[in-house]
């Protein structure tokens, strides 16, 4: 059972507008979330965090927001840049316990120029 | 620090072969991981490793995959025999398992191509 569900599997965008990628958990502990990017032949590397306390969390032009009530979370980038072409992995864990990452499948994202 | 190292970063092998993966860690980190990644299954968690002992061997597909951990500076996975089904991409992951806030650092992956 996937405690972890990206249900996009692909998204493209243009360049300049807004990408917004979606994860949605079935766990209600998971208290910290995370964002992994993927570039071909590269491992993934961590992008953006937030923690079960926070609602919002802001770098640059990457924004992670948290809808605990509905499981949910969800990633923008604004704006889309072609370089922001990757996968993108949700990851969740429990702070509290030495559990490790539940990652995603993944979204692909294909910033058009 | 130079991250996770990964070697080799291809290796293509015919089935049957012996495949051995090799992962050295960011120094200081007490956990390891091993993943998989194909198109169908995403990120597959395959072992982890805390303190060099296996934790959670769950996701390791069959007994023709084993992992170890001799010390806190490596780690083997090693398939055999080999089958074209294990073709994918192996990540190797350290971190500070209980740290607040765990964040996993990711190698470059090995490609496996099992002919």
């Known amino acids: 059972d996937q405690q972890v569900k990206q249900n996009s599997p692909s998204l493209s965008v243009q360049e300049g507008r807004i990408s917004i990628l979606n994860c949605d958990y079935t766990?209600?502990?998971?208290?910290?979330f995370l964002w992994y990017k993927k570039y071909p032949a590269e491992g993934p590397t961590f992008l953006i965090s937030?923690?079960?306390?926070?609602d919002k969390n802001e770098d640059g032009r990457f924004t992670v927001f948290l809808n605990k009530s509905a499981k949910h979370l969800s990633l923008h980038i604004v704006p889309s840049q072609p370089g922001d072409s990757a996968v993108y992995f949700c990851?969740?864990?429990?702070?509290?316990?030495?559990?490790?990452?539940?990652f995603g499948k993944g979204t692909r994202l294909s910033v058009i120029a | 620090d130079a991250g996770v190292i990964q070697s080799p970063r291809h290796e293509v092998t015919e089935m049957g072969q012996e495949v051995t993966l090799r992962c050295k860690p960011i120094?200081?980190?007490?956990?390891l991981f091993w993943y998989r990644q194909t198109m169908m299954r995403g990120l597959e968690l395959l072992i982890y490793?805390?303190?060099?002992?296996?934790?959670?061997d769950s996701g390791m597909p069959e007994d023709r995959f084993s992992a170890k951990m001799p010390n806190a500076s490596f780690s083997t996975l090693k398939i055999q025999p080999s089958e074209p089904r294990d073709s994918a991409v192996y990540f190797c992951?350290?971190?500070?398992?209980?740290?607040?806030?765990?964040?996993?650092?990711f190698g470059p992956g090995t490609r496996l191509l099992v002919l």
């Open positions: 992951a350290s971190s500070f398992l209980g740290a607040w806030q765990e964040t996993q650092y």
């Open positions: 766990n209600s502990m998971f208290d910290y």
């Open positions: 937030i923690s079960s306390i926070k």
């Open positions: 990851a969740a864990s429990l702070n509290s316990g030495n559990t490790p990452l539940v």
């Open positions: 120094s200081g980190h007490n956990s």
């Open positions: 490793f805390n303190n060099n002992v296996p934790i959670d």
